[in-house]
């Protein structure tokens, strides 16, 4: 058992905890600001990521018109625009080799001379 100088103490606020000897929070409060503190590092970098991806399916959309199945566009427009390349949801390579990367469900093919074709997935039946 614990003496009065070891007593167990809130993980998040410090107060002394009376009641069960497992216990390690004062409230429901403390316990919940201690994990969300816990979580707030990870979430932040989860968002930041999931917002350059967001970002770049609105670029890839943009350049693509809606009654268009592919466009050509360049690196330096794509970066004008904000582009960040090293975010993308998933590869796609064909059966030729070649390798299109996708933000969600618009993607793009480098081609030669820092020229991209931009594609739109299309809807499985």
């Not at 991806?53 to 670029?59: H, Q, S, Y």
């Amino acid at each position: 058992m614990l003496s009065k100088k070891e007593e167990k103490r809130c993980l998040a606020c410090d107060k002394p905890l009376k009641g069960r000897s497992d216990k390690k929070f004062c409230d429901d409060y403390c316990r919940s600001a201690y994990n969300n503190e816990l979580k707030s590092v990870i979430n932040n970098q989860m968002r930041n990521i999931n917002n350059a991806l967001g970002k770049n399916r609105r670029i890839l959309e943009e350049l693509l018109p809606e009654n268009e199945e592919t466009a050509k566009t360049t690196k330096e427009k794509l970066v004008q625009k904000g582009f960040l390349f090293k975010y993308v949801t998933h590869l796609y390579t064909t059966k030729s080799g070649k390798t299109y990367y996708y933000c969600y469900d618009y993607g793009y093919l480098p081609l030669d001379n820092d020229w991209y074709l931009i594609v739109r997935k299309k809807e499985e039946q």
